[in-house]
């Protein structure tokens, strides 16, 4: 397949492989991987072969062959490849959402596609439809002639936008585009929370970013995230704790400090929680192993592996 064909062109192995293609990157994985914690982006994240879960929160997610799962807002979860082979590894894309190009599409559909109205899960799993795989397979095969990416690729993409807003879950993806949708405000808080994970954030001031009162807010926010604000900021911070003690072998101490922890105890429990193991333990094995990629800075800017 198209898919496989670029990951051997582009050195073959196992991985995440980026494309000329903005927003497009391929997977593929000859194992069963074990749960790691990542930041999602905005995204179809699409099994081609194989399977994948993602936990959130409360809530797990399967998704398998011609599913995707379908992320809204940014947000940390537990991934992991759960069927994966070396005759048939895992192979994986994600396109990440123009919500521009979403919102474009959406104003041109009729009102017999009208949004939700309420706020859903920030998460689900759509079935593929054959317009939209066929969609994917052209965006794939595209990268063989890179001529044609800045020729075709913008259709293609209107076309994807138009088959998921007006296939079953059309009201979720056109809540995911609204301007001013529960989704969207909701992601605009999201914005202050990483950027100032490392500092005391209050509810007051979060729901003011979204536009809510502070109990509307807090509903919102744990109906799409499955986890409260506060768990949202501890997560992130727990994370850039790992990069910076695996990335940059800043210490225990370090790492807790420059996350917003005044506890190195505090930090220690919460993070063995989280991660399974204490901190210098978890960051001694991972350095012994080859390290992970994707692994995105709460504040910064690098792509996330899906």
Same mark, same amino acid.
């Given at each position: ?10 050195? @073959? ?13 391929l997977m593929k994985t000859s194992r ?17 072969? @194989? ?36 005759t048939e590894p895992y192979l994986g ?79 979720? %993806? ?22 100032? %994970? ?61 996350? @917003? ?13 989280? %991660? ?17 990629? @994707? ?12």
């Amino acid at each position: 397949m198209a898919l496989e064909h670029y990951i051997e062109a582009s050195g @073959g192995g196992d991985g995440v492989f980026p494309t000329p293609i903005e927003g497009l990157a391929l997977m593929k994985t000859s194992r069963e991987v074990l749960p790691h914690h990542l930041i999602y982006k905005p995204a179809l994240c699409i099994a081609v072969q @194989g399977s994948k879960q993602v936990s959130l929160g409360d809530r797990v997610f399967d998704y398998t062959e011609m599913q995707a799962l379908v992320v809204g807002v940014e947000l940390p979860a537990f991934g992991r490849v759960t069927q994966a082979s070396a005759t048939e590894p895992y192979l994986g894309m994600t396109v990440e959402f123009d919500v521009g190009v979403m919102r474009e599409v959406m104003e041109q559909l009729d009102a017999a596609h009208p949004p939700r109205g309420d706020v859903g899960s920030a998460v689900f799993v759509e079935e593929l439809s054959a317009p939209v795989v066929d969609c994917l397979t052209r965006l794939v095969r595209m990268l063989a002639t890179p001529m044609a990416i800045p020729v075709l690729q913008p259709s293609v993409m209107r076309e994807i936008c138009f088959w998921l807003l007006t296939g079953p879950h059309g009201g979720e %993806f056109r809540e995911l585009a609204l301007p001013n949708g529960h989704m969207q405000r909701i992601a605009d808080a999201i914005y202050i929370l990483r950027r100032n %994970f490392s500092r005391p954030i209050r509810i007051k001031e979060l729901a003011a970013a979204a536009r809510m009162s502070e109990s509307s807010f807090h509903q919102h926010f744990r109906g799409l995230m499955s986890m409260t604000p506060l768990q949202y900021q501890k997560q992130l911070r727990l994370l850039e704790a790992r990069r910076l003690m695996v990335a940059e072998g800043e210490n225990v101490m370090q790492a807790a400090l420059q996350v @917003g922890y005044e506890s190195p105890s505090q930090f220690s429990r919460e993070y063995a929680r989280m %991660f399974g193991t204490p901190p210098k333990r978890d960051t001694m094995n991972a350095l012994q192993k080859p390290r992970a990629t @994707g692994v995105k800075r709460p504040g910064g800017t690098e792509r996330t592996a899906r």
